[in-house]
């Protein structure tokens, strides 16, 4: 089918002596961001697809641009079009073309024969993925930072806690629960941005990954703890109103980072890759 759907559109040369065609419709239609078909999808592996996804988006001069597509002087390409949904490289042969998928989303295929591009709606957005997870983290991490600070503060000014051994403890979980979290999105970060996935993507690493995985879903659980001793610190009069404020940020970093998990499918332990 898209062997057919390639021969049609690239086979297409505009009338000698017309003009190019207006471009500011169709690029409205495709402009935004795409998956490659070859990927993965159910496994860990997929937390790679909202870090590299395709962007189509417009330029002042009636072009567009289509990242990661780069030229040999490693600019991203300009493509102008050259007739109903397709596009030709500006001072190149490169080609695209696009058409509306099975499900009416708009699917991008490119020179490259063995995948074509589908468009992603805003709950796979890897942009908006990538904000949710970094802002996640960042609350995770100035969780942690701000421990000891507060606690050096209190200790200079003479502002010993006055908690109760609940209030204690539910504090100090908060604070493992982000530290989970912490390590498990660090670990994968490290692995997939060297080339380790070449050498532990086996089977004799199995297990070293469903560990990974395990710790990823003890803080994925963990994330009802936080809301469970965020609620409660919020019935305390005794607690300082900005503790109950920054207690409402780990429970929305904590939802995030649930979210993040489970819409690219970290936890499943289904390792056929």
Known sequence: MWARFLDRYYSYQPPAGRKAPDASGDIRKIAGRYLASRRS????????????????????????????FKNFAGEVKRF????????????????????????????????????????????????LHAILLGSSLAIFLLTLLLWPIAAMA??????????????????????????????????????????IPKVILTERYDGWIHALQVLGLLGAAGSLVVA????????????????????????????????????????NFNLNF
Not at 49 to 65: K, R, W
Request: aromatic fraction near 14%; hydrophobic fraction near 45%.
């Open 41 to 68: 999808e159910t496994n860990i592996l997929s937390v790679a697809n909202p870090f590299s996804q395709a962007v189509v988006s417009s330029n002042s001069d009636g072009t567009i641009s289509v990242s990661p």
């Open 154 to 195: 209190r200790r200079h000014y003479g502002r010993p806690l006055e908690w109760t051994v609940w209030q204690k403890r539910g504090q100090m979980a908060i604070r493992v629960v982000c530290l989970i979290n912490l390590l498990f999105i660090g670990i994968l970060i490290a692995i997939f941005s060297a080339d």
């Open 228 to 267: 469970y001793c965020v609620f409660r610190s919020w019935q305390d009069a005794r607690i300082w109103i900005w503790t109950k404020v920054w207690g409402g940020f780990v429970v929305l970093g904590s939802a995030g980072y649930v979210y993040f998990v489970l819409s690219w499918h970290l936890l």
């Open 80 to 127: 102008e079009q050259i007739g109903p949904m397709q596009f030709r490289e500006v001072n190149g042969q490169s080609r695209l073309a696009w058409k509306t998928g099975g499900d009416g989303s708009m699917v991008m295929a490119s020179d490259a024969p063995y995948a074509v591009y589908q468009k992603v709606g805003i709950f796979h957005n890897g942009l």
